[in-house]
């Protein structure tokens, strides 16, 4: 459970690093010249903070619970990021950004219940 926690919290410690660096959008480097790279960096930022916070969530002995705690961190911090980076030189609040921080999450959270469906994976994911 211990170990959990200290997952979740150096995991949100990381992505507060990277969302809320005044690094403006033309300083982050684009593969390909894929303009909208960006989105895809929310999308997977909070799909792993999705499944993070899922199977973290030691406190929680039933699979509500624990599905229940990564839908309000999530969007919690979904929420919070993009309005402090408002408040940041360089930066701005995104509505796409917050699309697409809803958006991983919500699959990774479909990827938990899909998974605690399936017997045989519930067993071995520990969920």
Known sequence: M?????????????????????????QIPT???????????????????????????????????????????GLFLAICTEFAQSLIPLRNMSLYDLFADVAGLGVALALCAFLHRQAKLRAFFKL
């Open 2 to 26: 211990k170990q959990g926690i200290i997952v979740l919290i150096l995991w949100t410690l990381i992505l507060l690093g990277l969302l809320l660096a005044p690094i403006g959008e033309t």
């Open 31 to 73: 593969p390909g010249g894929f303009k909208h790279f960006d989105k895809v960096a929310h999308f997977g930022l909070f799909f792993v903070t999705g499944l993070i916070s899922v199977f973290s969530a030691g406190f929680g002995s039933r699979f509500r619970t624990r599905m229940l705690f990564g839908i309000v961190f």
